[in-house]
Protein backbone atom coordinates (compact mmCIF):
# COMPACT_ATOMS: atom_id res chain seq x y z
CA UNK A 1 0.00 0.00 0.00
CA UNK A 2 1.18 3.71 -0.80
CA UNK A 3 2.18 5.45 2.46
CA UNK A 4 1.88 9.56 2.74
CA UNK A 5 2.57 11.10 -0.37
CA UNK A 6 3.86 14.90 -0.59
CA UNK A 7 4.84 17.15 -3.48
CA UNK A 8 6.86 18.47 -4.29
CA UNK A 9 9.60 17.13 -2.77
CA UNK A 10 11.62 20.59 -3.52
CA UNK A 11 11.01 23.90 -3.75
CA UNK A 12 12.86 27.29 -4.19
CA UNK A 13 11.07 30.85 -4.17
CA UNK A 14 12.00 33.76 -2.74
CA UNK A 15 10.84 36.44 0.22
CA UNK A 16 6.96 37.50 -1.08
CA UNK A 17 6.07 34.47 -3.04
CA UNK A 18 3.48 32.21 -2.15
CA UNK A 19 3.60 28.58 -2.18
CA UNK A 20 1.32 25.52 -2.15
CA UNK A 21 2.03 21.88 -0.87
CA UNK A 22 0.53 19.04 -1.57
CA UNK A 23 -0.34 16.07 0.67
CA UNK A 24 -2.05 12.53 -0.30
CA UNK A 25 -3.03 10.68 3.01
CA UNK A 26 -2.74 6.42 3.32
CA UNK A 27 -5.82 5.10 1.84
CA UNK A 28 -8.79 4.89 4.31
CA UNK A 29 -6.89 7.62 7.12
CA UNK A 30 -9.15 10.45 7.01
CA UNK A 31 -7.18 12.92 9.18
CA UNK A 32 -4.19 14.86 8.02
CA UNK A 33 -1.46 17.15 10.04
CA UNK A 34 0.91 19.33 8.97
CA UNK A 35 4.43 19.89 10.38
CA UNK A 36 7.01 22.44 10.39
CA UNK A 37 10.60 20.83 11.26
CA UNK A 38 13.77 23.21 10.72
CA UNK A 39 17.16 21.90 10.96
CA UNK A 40 17.95 20.52 14.45
CA UNK A 41 14.40 20.99 15.95
CA UNK A 42 11.52 18.36 16.24
CA UNK A 43 8.74 19.03 14.23
CA UNK A 44 6.09 21.81 14.86
CA UNK A 45 2.36 21.37 14.53
CA UNK A 46 0.86 23.78 11.99
CA UNK A 47 -2.68 22.20 11.27
CA UNK A 48 -5.03 19.69 11.60
CA UNK A 49 -7.53 18.12 9.47
CA UNK A 50 -10.02 15.63 9.87
CA UNK A 51 -13.22 15.23 7.52
CA UNK A 52 -12.92 18.32 6.24
CA UNK A 53 -12.94 20.21 9.12
CA UNK A 54 -9.80 21.69 11.02
CA UNK A 55 -9.80 19.86 14.22
CA UNK A 56 -6.17 21.77 15.53
CA UNK A 57 -4.64 24.73 14.70
CA UNK A 58 -0.50 25.21 15.93
CA UNK A 59 0.83 29.07 16.86
CA UNK A 60 1.67 29.59 13.35
CA UNK A 61 0.89 33.25 11.49
CA UNK A 62 -2.36 33.83 9.43
CA UNK A 63 0.00 33.69 6.64
CA UNK A 64 -0.41 29.72 6.80
CA UNK A 65 -3.59 28.00 5.83
CA UNK A 66 -4.59 24.71 5.20
CA UNK A 67 -7.67 22.77 3.20
CA UNK A 68 -8.65 18.99 2.83
CA UNK A 69 -10.58 17.87 0.38
CA UNK A 70 -13.62 15.22 -0.22
CA UNK A 71 -10.84 12.44 -0.86
CA UNK A 72 -9.11 13.43 2.14
CA UNK A 73 -6.11 14.62 0.23
CA UNK A 74 -4.55 18.17 1.58
CA UNK A 75 -3.08 21.67 0.84
CA UNK A 76 -1.10 23.78 2.80
CA UNK A 77 -0.40 27.87 1.56
CA UNK A 78 1.47 29.73 2.98
CA UNK A 79 1.62 33.73 1.78
CA UNK A 80 4.38 36.25 1.51
CA UNK A 81 6.94 34.05 2.20
CA UNK A 82 9.92 34.75 4.57
CA UNK A 83 13.63 33.35 5.15
CA UNK A 84 12.36 32.24 8.32
CA UNK A 85 9.96 29.71 6.49
CA UNK A 86 12.72 27.94 5.16
CA UNK A 87 12.16 24.14 6.25
CA UNK A 88 11.04 20.30 6.01
CA UNK A 89 7.52 20.43 6.03
CA UNK A 90 5.82 17.31 7.12
CA UNK A 91 2.43 15.62 6.52
CA UNK A 92 1.02 13.12 8.57
CA UNK A 93 -2.30 10.43 8.15
CA UNK A 94 -3.72 8.44 10.57
CA UNK A 95 -6.69 7.25 11.64
CA UNK A 96 -8.69 7.95 14.82
CA UNK A 97 -6.74 7.27 18.07
CA UNK A 98 -3.89 5.70 15.90
CA UNK A 99 -0.22 6.79 15.55
CA UNK A 100 0.68 9.56 12.56
CA UNK A 101 2.90 8.11 9.63
CA UNK A 102 4.26 10.86 7.96
CA UNK A 103 5.65 11.25 4.32
CA UNK A 104 9.05 11.97 3.07
CA UNK A 105 8.66 16.38 3.23
CA UNK A 106 8.54 18.94 1.30
CA UNK A 107 11.87 20.74 1.76
CA UNK A 108 11.11 24.61 1.03
CA UNK A 109 13.96 27.16 0.19
CA UNK A 110 13.36 30.89 0.70
CA UNK A 111 16.11 33.59 -1.00
CA UNK B 1 2.32 25.82 27.42
CA UNK B 2 2.79 21.83 26.36
CA UNK B 3 6.56 20.71 26.55
CA UNK B 4 8.66 18.02 25.92
CA UNK B 5 12.35 17.74 26.94
CA UNK B 6 14.65 15.42 25.73
CA UNK B 7 18.71 15.35 25.64
CA UNK B 8 20.03 16.33 22.88
CA UNK B 9 22.60 14.49 22.64
CA UNK B 10 24.66 13.39 20.60
CA UNK B 11 24.37 9.60 22.44
CA UNK B 12 27.33 7.21 21.47
CA UNK B 13 27.25 3.57 22.37
CA UNK B 14 29.27 0.94 20.82
CA UNK B 15 28.04 -1.61 18.84
CA UNK B 16 26.21 -4.40 20.86
CA UNK B 17 25.29 -2.20 23.51
CA UNK B 18 22.27 -0.80 25.16
CA UNK B 19 20.94 2.92 23.87
CA UNK B 20 18.83 4.20 26.43
CA UNK B 21 17.01 7.60 26.01
CA UNK B 22 14.84 9.42 27.68
CA UNK B 23 12.02 12.00 27.58
CA UNK B 24 10.05 14.41 29.96
CA UNK B 25 6.97 16.06 29.80
CA UNK B 26 4.83 18.45 31.11
CA UNK B 27 1.37 18.44 30.69
CA UNK B 28 -0.46 15.93 32.76
CA UNK B 29 -2.91 15.42 30.39
CA UNK B 30 -0.96 13.44 27.84
CA UNK B 31 -2.54 10.77 27.34
CA UNK B 32 -0.15 8.81 24.63
CA UNK B 33 3.47 8.56 23.54
CA UNK B 34 5.11 7.63 20.68
CA UNK B 35 8.73 7.09 19.30
CA UNK B 36 9.96 8.72 16.58
CA UNK B 37 13.26 7.33 14.64
CA UNK B 38 14.39 9.99 11.97
CA UNK B 39 17.63 9.79 9.74
CA UNK B 40 19.76 12.91 8.55
CA UNK B 41 17.47 14.57 5.12
CA UNK B 42 14.81 12.30 5.85
CA UNK B 43 11.08 11.80 7.43
CA UNK B 44 10.35 10.76 10.67
CA UNK B 45 9.56 6.81 11.36
CA UNK B 46 7.20 5.77 13.70
CA UNK B 47 9.21 3.13 16.44
CA UNK B 48 7.03 2.49 19.23
CA UNK B 49 4.08 3.59 21.16
CA UNK B 50 2.89 3.50 24.42
CA UNK B 51 -0.62 4.61 26.23
CA UNK B 52 -0.54 2.46 29.64
CA UNK B 53 2.42 2.57 32.56
CA UNK B 54 5.05 0.13 32.84
CA UNK B 55 7.39 -1.67 29.42
CA UNK B 56 6.18 -2.23 26.45
CA UNK B 57 8.88 -4.25 24.37
CA UNK B 58 8.82 -4.87 20.18
CA UNK B 59 11.95 -6.79 19.08
CA UNK B 60 14.86 -4.89 20.47
CA UNK B 61 13.36 -1.54 21.36
CA UNK B 62 11.43 -1.24 24.84
CA UNK B 63 9.46 1.82 25.89
CA UNK B 64 8.66 2.36 29.36
CA UNK B 65 6.37 4.59 30.67
CA UNK B 66 5.83 6.21 34.01
CA UNK B 67 2.91 8.96 34.51
CA UNK B 68 3.07 9.81 37.89
CA UNK B 69 6.88 10.98 37.04
CA UNK B 70 5.84 12.02 33.42
CA UNK B 71 8.82 10.32 32.07
CA UNK B 72 8.99 7.87 29.01
CA UNK B 73 12.08 6.03 27.89
CA UNK B 74 13.04 4.39 25.11
CA UNK B 75 16.03 1.38 25.34
CA UNK B 76 17.66 0.06 22.30
CA UNK B 77 18.73 -3.70 23.03
CA UNK B 78 21.97 -4.90 20.64
CA UNK B 79 22.59 -1.42 18.99
CA UNK B 80 23.92 -1.47 15.43
CA UNK B 81 25.81 0.72 13.42
CA UNK B 82 21.84 1.28 11.47
CA UNK B 83 20.39 2.59 14.61
CA UNK B 84 22.31 5.46 14.41
CA UNK B 85 19.82 8.56 13.79
CA UNK B 86 17.43 10.97 15.71
CA UNK B 87 15.30 9.61 18.19
CA UNK B 88 12.33 12.28 18.62
CA UNK B 89 9.99 11.69 21.67
CA UNK B 90 6.15 13.04 20.61
CA UNK B 91 2.89 12.88 22.74
CA UNK B 92 -1.04 13.21 22.43
CA UNK B 93 -3.02 14.87 24.58
CA UNK B 94 -6.92 13.33 25.62
CA UNK B 95 -8.04 15.01 22.06
CA UNK B 96 -5.65 13.24 20.04
CA UNK B 97 -5.61 16.71 18.02
CA UNK B 98 -2.26 17.54 18.22
CA UNK B 99 1.14 15.85 18.34
CA UNK B 100 3.94 17.36 20.61
CA UNK B 101 7.59 16.85 19.64
CA UNK B 102 10.51 17.16 21.10
CA UNK B 103 13.73 18.36 20.21
CA UNK B 104 15.21 15.02 19.32
CA UNK B 105 18.34 13.12 20.69
CA UNK B 106 21.38 12.01 18.33
CA UNK B 107 22.28 8.25 18.92
CA UNK B 108 25.20 7.23 16.91
CA UNK B 109 26.07 3.54 17.52
CA UNK B 110 29.89 2.86 17.16
CA UNK B 111 30.84 -0.45 14.87
Known amino acids: DAGVTQSPTHLIKTRGQHVTLRCSPISGHKSVSWYQQVLGQGPQFIFQ???????GRGNFPDRFSARQFPNYSSELNVNALLLGDSALYLC??????????FGDGTRLSIL | QKEVEQNSGPLSVPEGAIASLNCTYSDRGSQSFFWYRQYSGKSPELIMFIYSNGDKEDGRFTAQLNKASQYVSLLIRDSQPSDSATYLCAFTTNTGNQFYFGTGTSLTVIP
Open chain 1, 92 to 101: ASSSPNQPQH
Open chain 1, 49 to 55: YYEKEER
